[in-house]
Nanobody
Framework: QVQLEESGGGSVRAGGSLRLSCKTN????????MAWFRQPPGKEREAVAEIDSFGSPKYPDSMKGRFTISKDNFMNILFLQMNNLDPDDTAVYSC?????????????WGQGTQVTVSS
């Protein structure tokens, strides 16, 4: 069983930065494929960034440039660095894992952390 717990959310002014963390317990962290998703109020959940077991990141075109995903395989933590935040980035951000990595769907999810960006 894999447990994911996000932290680092909060309120920030437009143009500011936040770093989200996702602490992972259980499973073999370095072999996981992981991702950050977000769900803005009243909207569908969307992918923000993904990272494979080799540490290679992938971003949707709309997220490139301001978000950086990374893994610390020693501490078993997934990070999301978010820069130059905009009010449209306001959402609940959740981390997810695919275990094993060859799965098509993410099968483990955290509870989410709220990010609020004010203008």
């Amino acid at each position: 069983q894999v447990q994911l717990e996000e932290s680092g959310g909060g309120s920030v002014r437009a143009g500011g930065s936040l770093r989200l963390s996702c602490k992972t317990n259980g499973g073999t962290f370095r072999s996981m494929c992981m991702a950050w998703f977000r769900q803005p109020p009243g909207k569908e959940r969307e992918a923000v960034a993904e990272i494979d077991s080799f540490g290679s990141p992938k971003y949707p075109d709309s997220m490139k440039g301001r978000f950086t995903i990374s893994k610390d395989n020693f501490m078993n933590i997934l990070f999301l660095q978010m820069n130059n935040l905009d009010p449209d980035d306001t959402a609940v951000y959740s981390c997810a894992a695919r275990v094993p990595c060859w799965r098509e769907q993410y099968n483990y999810w955290g509870q989410g952390t709220q990010v609020t960006v004010s203008s």
